[in-house]
């Protein structure tokens, strides 16, 4: 079986160190601080083989020239955002696969926040890493993409199976949790949900990862079709509910 390591770095970030006990292999989810990805796979005994980066975003993507000095590793970058990402080595798009070892990544895009962004869903393992595409009940601001395309990219996350475990780049869930209930005042799951999280972060543990089956019921931008939320918050179509609400969380 696969081994996550998750670690917080930066301000808000979590680092993730993805390893393959069978190979050897391990591969950084995205890199936000190189130093600290190096130390901790050093502290674990893992040498890193691969660096799988969501997007270009420096938070995202910042360690990964100090990263491969150090190791080598190959750097495996979505095809729209590589420009702008440094050392790169291969690009992917949806429907390519990475892998790990004998285990399968499946590419998958999750564009809106930047128009590269993607994910990595791991189905064997039930796990996908999405970067800044969803959050535990928010998702990534929509710096350069469109409302209809956030809206398909959130679906495609939305069909993965139900006990997919969600891999997300920070740790946004309490004040996410603010806004959903404003979005979202009568959802019982998600006042349940509001509560256990004010709990994990009161003593000082992280609320990634979720799962999926529960952002489903929480998430108000994973919900922008059901038809309580555009009744509360307008719009005819999924992806004019969405971008009312993604505009109020800005703002929030």
Request: aromatic residues 10%; hydrophobic residues 40%.
């Amino acid at each position: 079986m696969l081994k996550v390591h998750q670690f917080p770095c930066l301000s808000d970030n979590y680092g993730f160190l993805l390893h393959d006990p069978v190979s050897g292999e391990t591969a950084c989810i995205d890199t936000p601080d190189g130093e600290a990805y190096l130390r901790e796979a050093k502290a674990m005994g893992w040498t890193i083989t691969q660096i799988w980066n969501t997007h270009w975003h420096p938070d995202h993507a910042g360690g990964n020239e100090a990263i491969k000095a150090a190791t080598g590793c190959t750097v495996i970058a979505p095809l729209v955002d590589a420009e702008k990402i440094p050392a790169v080595d291969r690009t992917v798009r949806d429907g390519d696969f990475v892998k790990l070892g004998e285990h399968s990544a499946w590419v998958i895009d999750v564009s809106g926040h930047t128009m590269g962004h993607i994910a990595y869903h791991l189905p064997d393992s039930g796990m996908a890493f999405v970067g800044d595409s969803v959050f535990a009940l928010g998702c990534g601001r929509m710096f350069e993409g469109t409302a209809p395309q956030f809206w398909d990219s959130l679906s495609r996350i939305r069909r993965l199976p139900s006990d997919t475990t969600l891999y997300c780049a920070h740790e946004y869930t309490q004040a996410n949790a603010k806004f959903a209930l404003h979005a979202d005042p009568e959802n019982k799951a998600l006042k349940d949900y509001a509560r256990e999280i004010d709990e994990k972060r009161a003593a000082d543990k992280p609320t990634v990862p979720f799962p999926l089956a529960r952002e489903l019921k929480t998430n108000p931008f994973l919900r922008a079709d059901d038809p309580d939320m555009q009744a509360r918050w307008g719009g005819d179509a999924p992806h004019e509910t969405f971008a009312t609400l993604r505009e109020a969380k800005d703002n929030f």
